[in-house]
């Protein structure tokens, strides 16, 4: 079964510093998300992407955060100047649609912030 | 504010017992809805869509009553391998659907 990937599977960076986290969607998918869940806490929406920009983004996703898919295969969320209350899980989903169809998501990236 | 609530649990269930969790949202605009399931620290893995008829996937059973803004998962004969977090998620009308998560019922199945 087709699969979203994530890498890395854990990040430890220094506060301050840029991350990036990076997936590979579902191949025929054409919707794709980012969320994050801190630890005991809910999954929160961050940001979704179709058409290669920006289709709706949450209040946590600020001037910090930036995604793009540059080769087509890739989809990479840009943490710049992470601060210690980024550490959290970043899941990926994709889907093939909208409305009733599902998001899959990936396994995640931990991200700890020193 | 845009809210779905689930009781957070724990159910502690014996094998073999038929287990239902409901799940409340607050958004009326709401229009597709998922159950998942979370083993700790991994990924929410889907567990079914669920319609406004219902739906059944073998031992799981989803509703939704949309007068009533609640989703319920119905679980018969469960197992052991049932024991996990799940997560009932809402999507609201738009572009992109963005999901919006409760903060989970945790499962454990007794044997």
């Known amino acids: 079964e087709p699969e979203v990937t994530q890498t890395p599977s854990h990040q430890v960076t220094q506060m301050g510093q840029e991350v990036i986290l990076r997936c590979v969607p579902i191949?025929?998918?054409?919707?794709f998300y980012w969320y994050r869940q801190i630890l005991g806490q809910k999954v929160e929406f961050l940001v979704s992407f179709y058409n290669n920009e920006i289709s709706e983004k949450s209040e946590i996703f600020d001037d910090q955060f930036s995604v793009e898919r540059p080769d087509g295969s890739n989809f990479t969320l840009k943490i710049r100047s992470t601060k210690l209350e980024d550490s959290a899980m970043y899941f990926c989903?994709?889907?093939?649609?909208?409305?009733?169809?599902?998001?899959?998501f990936g396994d995640g990236t931990r991200l700890s912030i020193l | 504010r845009k809210e779905v609530e689930q009781d957070p649990g724990p159910f502690n269930v014996p094998e073999g017992a038929t287990v239902a969790f409901n799940c409340t949202y607050s958004n009326s605009a709401s229009q597709s809805f998922f159950w998942y399931r979370q083993d700790c620290r991994k990924e929410p893995k889907l567990l079914m869509s669920v319609y406004s008829s219902g739906n059944e996937d073998g031992r799981f059973t989803a509703q939704l009553n949309r007068a009533s803004q609640y989703i319920s998962l119905l679980i018969r004969d469960s197992k052991l391998s049932d024991s996990a977090t799940y997560l009932c998620a809402a999507g609201a009308s738009g572009s992109a659907r963005q999901l919006t998560f409760g903060s989970g019922t945790q499962l454990t199945v007794l044997p």
């Open positions: 989903a994709s889907s093939v649609g909208t409305g009733h169809q599902p998001q899959h």
């Open positions: 191949s025929n998918h054409l919707y």
